[in-house]
């Protein structure tokens, strides 16, 4: 029997899981906020758990928690906190299934703990599975809308299909190397097999294929140009906690996995097979994605295309390798800082939004007029986060942008000048909102604005994470660049 | 470190934003004199700055250290010397006029001053920093009150000023944060002190000191402006409310002519000289264009923001001048130090345009200049005002601004005859309009539909009457201005020409 210390948190939160349901299935006729509050009670401690349990190496290297691995775990313990704590109104407006909707949200963080711990590949698609098949479920959650149920079926072919691409993908790199165990060892056997399959000059072609498959398996998950089909249908009709719980934490799994199997295995691979290729997606997702989004009239149509866009600015932070002393070691500690900036503001844009909708019944941007007269303290914090998302300082949005364009500059300067452009059509849309709130005064509302308490929550941690990462963010900066050196670069 | 002086500026009226944000809505009494209680604070301390201020060296002074970011080599570092010290009382006592230009607003009063507070900690950041990161980080803060402020109580284009000047600036920035990702990355180690990049600046290759000033050229030229980068100015400038208008002419554009001088003169001194002509050349058309336009002007506020790109092409003009004299050995400054002399007297004299402007308007509603005619009768204070200030606005001897062209063309005539000669005509075009703007309003037949106007009352001649003081004694007496810059100017010429 191995000390399964190291997997504490993802056993407990499991665990949990079954608890919530139980609870769930044994008291109907209760309110939703016991089952709210019973959700956010186990995630702190699975929280805490994390340190607790500590780094280690379990099953002969399937599953490893390290720096790398724990940060992530934060990411998306923190992301279903504020997904489950704003999920109040939607309890309301159910009628049954309460205690599933929070056991599905606890799995799929499980899945996403494991995601960012293993270092197998089939393990990892497991993971990645467990991660996502709850997510269909979650997005088609509200039965009573046609909506809700088409963004499920859309989420549920469409992430098959790329689960299935990324699966091949794996197969042709264990067909290549022998061993589906994730190891710098990895880019050596691929090199001994180079002669066998050499396609024509250095580059390997079924590598190229292994390459673009898992590419295009994780940008699915990513939602990166051109895998962004599912993201505006998906977003716009899945229940709102759950679209903030898919824009952040989903795409983090998307992210780990990606630096997972990329730094890992293959970063000598980078310049010739897969530095270029990630970093042309990272461009046409931010540029699609912004220039889109100042089309939309739909504020989480219009967070969707956001999102892609903030896709690409993660992606720059990806290709940018560290070589040597050429280029400094900031590519992949960016990655991880970018996330947690991005999981602030985003999480916070759409608890405004929900707060928005249960106050206002709206999603149309349009309808956001006056609102810094009727909800002045909600009008502020959400232009707080679209701020930040915007990329203007002392915000952590700011921050990150800095620290993804610093790394990739040397070896990607057109990307980052693509970056940094898209960035200024951003604030067009970003700023579009704002003016809607503040500029024109609106009709004067009748009723009082009413929030209920975890949202209040969720609503002062995003904001305070928001300000205080962006003006002291070097606690993280440093975590992450302590995180990033397993990896053999 | 001593006394923290610069971040008690800075942050002062950070701390009055916070209070103001917590009194009521309705009182807006309280709400004007604690704002500009919160400001004259900063304009006190800029004064005991500048009475402490040691002229004879071009050392920085004042300096705070302390480390922000280590993980990025970001620091907490402010200092002053000769370049700051003059801005930084510009800032702070335009600030504080503005703030009392400001008690007539009636619409949303605690969200004005609140955001008018936070816009002027970004001024004064962006004055005091010594990193180039914090820099940043004030130089894009200030953009976000500007926006609301011009958004908000802005004329009838509000809304399209309002994001044109947001997103142009914010263009300009991208260049300027670009050129300081390339210079970050070629120092060993990586440094964003700007000390330090200006001790090195020599020693960047040829083509990154060409290609970074480019992007600060850019980022800068936005601000100031220069011709072809100016067509926000008349668009933020007209729908603006008076007191951002002030604001806007008096410090924002200084802050394109303080980059240029604090960042990209030093630190790229290869660039500097390799693109000097056509920056001379750049303010020529700056000055020549600036002033036909706003001979066309119908409408006066458009034409004191068109006068404004032709006064700041004198800028440019006389920053493009540097070289070490042949004879004595000694940096020739006098160039720069009309330069510098003309931001400052166009800050007070642009300025106090605006405000008179305003004065006019919120009687009138209208800014025509042909809907007016012999208001000198009617309004003789207002007259007189605005008559000395058109007076030194087209240069007459006496008023800060000959002073600061004069030392512009003395300086510029050796090394640019030619461009100097043609830059002369702009004087004669500036009194041409300005006299002719003049005539049409207040002398003339009084036209009798604004019988009812008003006169100027005491809180405005209270406001504005510091900035006619100021510019007369600096007409007068230019010495203790050109002695506060001189030291720093022959420090930035002798590292230009290094």
Same mark, same amino acid.
Request: proline residues 5%; hydrophobic residues 55%.
């Given at each position: ?20 349901? $139980? ?85 799929? =963080? ?20 467990? =991660? ?110 759950? =679209? ?31 530095? =270029?290729?990630?970093?042309? $997606? ?208 | ?121 970004? /001024? ?34 509000? *809304? ?21 990702? +390339? ?22 290759? #040829? ?14 030229? +936005? ?13 933020? #400038? ?56 706003? !001979? ?35 940096? #020739? ?19 106090? !345009? ?44 006496? /008023?800060?601004?000959?002073?600061? *062209? ?12 030619? +461009? ?35 006169? +100027? ?42």
């Amino acid at each position: 029997m191995p000390d399964l210390r190291p997997m504490l948190p993802e056993l407990f939160l499991f665990a949990w899981a079954i608890v919530v349901l $139980l609870f769930g299935i044994s008291r109907k006729e209760r309110s939703g906020d016991s089952l709210i509050y019973l959700t956010l009670v186990g995630l702190v401690i699975t929280g805490i758990l994390v340190p607790i349990a500590g780094y280690g190496n379990l099953f002969g290297g399937t599953f490893v928690v390290d720096k790398f691995a724990a940060f992530f775990q934060i990411v998306f313990l923190l992301a279903a906190f504020f997904a489950v704590a704003s999920s109040h109104e939607l309890m309301k407006k159910l009628s049954a299934d309460r205690g599933e909707f929070f056991a599905l949200i606890l799995l799929s =963080t499980t899945g996403m703990m494991l995601l960012a711990s293993t270092l197998e590949l089939i393990t990892l698609y497991v993971s990645l599975e467990l =991660t996502t098949i709850p997510l269909f479920v979650l997005a088609a959650y509200r039965k009573d809308q046609l909506g809700s149920s088409e963004a499920g079926l859309k989420y549920l072919i469409l992430g098959a299909v790329s689960s299935a691409i990324l699966l091949y993908g794996i197969s042709l790199v264990y067909g290549l190397t022998g061993t589906t165990f994730l190891q710098p060892a990895m880019s050596r056997l691929i090199e001994q097999s180079v002669p066998m399959l050499l396609a024509s000059g250095n580059v390997n072609m079924a590598l190229v294929m292994a390459i673009v498959m898992m590419v295009a398996g994780f940008g699915f998950k990513l939602a990166l140009v051109p895998f962004h089909m599912w993201a505006p249908d998906v977003y716009e009709g899945a229940p709102t906690p759950i =679209t903030s719980f898919l824009s952040v934490a989903s795409k983090g799994a998307g992210v780990v996995a990606i630096a997972r199997v990329f730094y890992t295995a293959l970063p000598a691979f980078h310049d010739v097979h897969w530095g =270029t290729l990630v970093a042309v $997606l990272a461009a046409a997702a931010m540029i699609v994605g912004n220039i889109t989004a100042v089309l939309q009239s739909n504020i989480k149509r219009m967070l969707a295309f956001s999102s892609i866009a903030h896709a690409g600015y993660v992606m720059v932070g990806f290709v940018a390798l560290p070589q040597g002393s050429i280029v400094p070691p900031y590519g992949p500690a960016s990655l991880l800082f970018y996330m947690m900036a991005y999981l602030f503001a985003n999480m916070g844009a759409f608890a405004c939004v929900i707060a928005f909708e249960k106050n206002y019944g709206s999603y149309q941007i349009k309808d956001y007029q006056g609102l810094s007269k009727n909800s002045p303290g909600l009008a502020i914090i959400m232009t707080l986060f679209l701020l930040s998302l915007a990329g203007i300082p002392p915000l952590a949005g700011f921050m990150a942008k800095y620290y993804v364009f610093l790394a990739g500059w040397q070896q990607f300067p057109w990307l980052v000048i693509v970056g940094l452009l898209t960035s200024v059509i951003a604030l067009f849309y970003y700023a579009n909102i704002i003016m809607q709130m503040y500029f024109s005064r609106g009709e004067t509302s009748l009723t009082k604005a009413h929030y209920d308490r975890p949202l209040i929550l969720t609503l002062i941690l995003t904001a305070v994470g928001t300000v205080a990462v962006g003006i002291y963010p070097e606690p993280i900066l440093r975590f992450a660049t302590e995180a990033v050196k397993v990896f053999p670069f | 470190m001593g006394f923290p002086i610069l971040s008690l500026m800075i942050f002062t009226p950070v701390v009055g934003m916070a209070v103001v944000m917590m009194l009521n809505k309705d009182n807006f009494k309280l709400i004007r004199w604690v704002s500009t209680g919160f400001s004259i604070i900063p304009l006190i301390l800029s004064l005991i700055l500048a009475a402490g201020y040691d002229s004879s060296t071009s050392a920085m002074q004042f300096v705070e250290k302390a480390s922000w970011i280590p993980s990025l080599s970001i620091q907490y570092f402010l200092g002053v010397d000769g370049l700051s010290v003059p801005m930084l009382f510009l800032t702070t006592l335009l600030s504080t006029i503005s703030l009392i230009v400001s008690f007539n607003i009636t619409n949303r009063v605690k969200e004005y001053f609140a955001f008018f507070l936070l816009l002027e900690a970004g /001024m004064l950041g962006v004055f005091a920093s010594l990193d180039f990161f914090l820099f940043y980080v004030f130089w894009e803060v200030m953009l976000v009150p500007m926006y609301f402020l011009i958004g908000i109580w802005g004329g009838p284009r509000k *809304e399209y000023a309002a994001i044109k000047f947001f997103l142009y600036t914010l263009f300009g920035s991208i260049f300027m944060l670009v050129g300081i990702l +390339i210079l970050y990355l070629s120092t060993t180690p990586h440094t964003l002190d700007m000390m330090e990049l200006i001790t090195k600046g020599s020693a960047f290759s #040829h083509s990154i000191q060409i290609m970074v000033w480019v992007f600060f050229f850019v980022a800068f030229a +936005i601000k100031v402006p220069i011709f072809p980068f100016h067509t926000w100015l008349p668009d933020a #400038h007209v729908e603006a409310p008076t007191a951002v208008s002030i604001i806007l002419a008096g410090v924002l554009l200084k802050m394109g002519t303080y980059g240029f001088l604090r960042i990209s003169y030093p630190m790229l001194p290869y660039g500097t000289n390799y693109f000097a002509y056509p920056f001379a050349i750049l303010g020529l058309i700056g000055i020549i264009y600036g002033a036909l336009v706003s !001979m066309a002007q119908k409408d006066l506020k458009k034409l004191v923001a068109y006068s404004s790109v032709s006064h700041m092409g004198y800028c440019v003009l006389g920053m493009a001048v540097f070289f070490i004299d042949q004879k004595s050995g000694q940096p #020739h400054i006098t160039g720069l130090a009309g330069c510098y002399f003309q931001m400052f007297s166009h800050g007070l004299i642009t300025g106090a !345009m605006f405000l008179l402007v305003g004065v006019l308007y919120d009687r009138a509603h209208t800014r025509e200049i042909a809907a007016f005619g012999g208001l000198g009768s009617k309004l003789p204070v207002y007259t007189a005002f605005m008559s000395a200030f058109a007076m030194a606005s087209l240069g007459l001897p006496g /008023m800060s601004g000959f002073v600061a *062209e004069f030392m512009v063309f003395i300086g510029s005539f050796p090394k640019y005859p030619v +461009i100097t000669g043609l830059a002369v005509i702009g004087v004669v075009l500036s009194a041409a309009y300005i006299l002719r703007m003049v005539q049409r309003m207040f002398l003339g037949e009084f036209n009798t539909k604004w019988s009812g106007l008003t006169e +100027i009352n005491t809180r405005e001649i209270i406001a504005v009457t510091p900035l006619l003081l100021l510019t007369v004694a600096l007409g007068v007496y230019p010495k203790p201005l050109i002695t506060m810059i001189s030291a720093t100017l022959q420090n930035i010429v002798t590292q230009v020409m290094r």
